[in-house]
């Protein structure tokens, strides 16, 4: 497959708890799809563009090439989200003594993760930081907007209304919660592990 030019298809197909099917649907079907549509559609415009008019004001190169970065991360943010979800909920792996390790236990962790949730306009990202060595919560308010350079998704959660407001209105903590009772922690630990190359 490759990147960006295909839909990804959902790791998980039972119904997940408290996260209804419609929410899933809309999410993945339009939303998700969507993007992946338009980072084809501007692959194509970047063919044709006269890069000879570029300049840092205005300019057809300079738009596409912000969409691209906006669309791109769209996609992987919301192929990472939903690479997490399926499983029963219960913390497994040395993910959480890794969790444990950086945050001085899971529970701290988790609790700065939930009140980020709460903060971010877009997205919470549990992420390796190549820099450091270590794991660190971020926010994004947008897709390309907050990510940390040097850094690997190991469990994004989408903030974003259309995430969780069929479901729970404006109740987003609510929405967390149902959240963490959905995280597949072995995918989590799969992934936390080949980026650590354990």
Known sequence: ?????????????????????????IHYDKLYQGYVKK???????????????????????RELKLEEGFAA????????????????????GDI????????????????????????????VVLAYDFNDGKLHNYIADLHNQGGVWGTSPILVLDVYEHAYFIDYGSDRKNYIE???QNLNW??????????VRK
């Not at 197909?13 to 899933?24: G, W």
């Not at 072995?186 to 980026?195: C, D, P, R, V």
């Open 178 to 180: 149902a959240f963490f």
């Open 1 to 25: 497959m490759k990147k960006y030019e295909e839909i990804k298809k959902l790791s998980f197909s039972k119904p997940l708890t408290r996260i209804s099917e419609k929410t899933i649907s």
């Open 39 to 61: 980072w084809q559609e501007i692959q194509e415009k970047l063919k044709e563009i006269d890069k000879s008019t570029s300049n840092a004001t205005f300019s057809d190169l």
């Open 96 to 123: 959480v003594d890794a969790i444990a390790k950086d945050f001085g236990s899971f529970e701290a962790w988790r609790e700065e993760f939930e009140a980020s949730g709460l903060a971010a306009r877009g997205w």
């Open 73 to 92: 991360d769209a996609i992987l943010l919301h192929e990472a989200y939903f690479d997490v979800l399926g499983g029963n909920g219960n913390p497994e």
């Open 186 to 195: 072995e995918a989590i630990n799969k992934k936390f592990l080949k980026i």
